[in-house]
């Protein structure tokens, strides 16, 4: 079992930064790609960035040249740098681990209970 624990949201103006962290623990072995999902009120969930174990990175277009994904492996968290937000931006954002599948790891993919970020215009 892995479990992730989403920090770092809040409100904040647009135009403004705020980092997001999610940490890991359990069977953080099993954990290969990591990412970050948010979901605003009416609208379906949406991936934003995510991450592979090796460090190759993928962002939606619409964060592109804001966001920074990262993880730092020995401390089994993964972060998530939000610049020049906007209001659009405004969600609850999920980070989410993926686990290896082998005769140890779960093959599943693990959810944070989330964390609200608010961009005021």
């Known amino acids: 079992q892995v479990q992730l624990v989403e920090s770092g949201g809040g409100l904040v103006q647009a135009g403004g930064s705020l980092r997001l962290s999610c940490a890991a623990s359990?069977?953080?072995?099993?954990?290969?790609?990591m990412g970050w999902y948010r979901q605003a009120p009416g609208k379906e969930r949406e991936q934003v960035a995510a991450?592979?174990?090796?460090?190759?990175?993928y962002y939606t277009d619409s964060v592109k040249g804001r966001f920074t994904i990262s993880r730092d492996n020995a401390k089994n968290t993964m972060y998530l740098q939000m610049n020049i937000l906007k209001p659009e931006d405004t969600a609850v954002y999920y980070c989410n681990a993926e686990a290896i599948q082998n005769y140890y790891c779960s093959g599943i993919l693990y959810w944070g209970q989330g964390t609200q970020v608010t961009v005021s215009s």
């Open positions: 359990g069977d953080t072995i099993c954990i290969s790609a």
């Open positions: 991450i592979a174990s090796g460090g190759s990175t």
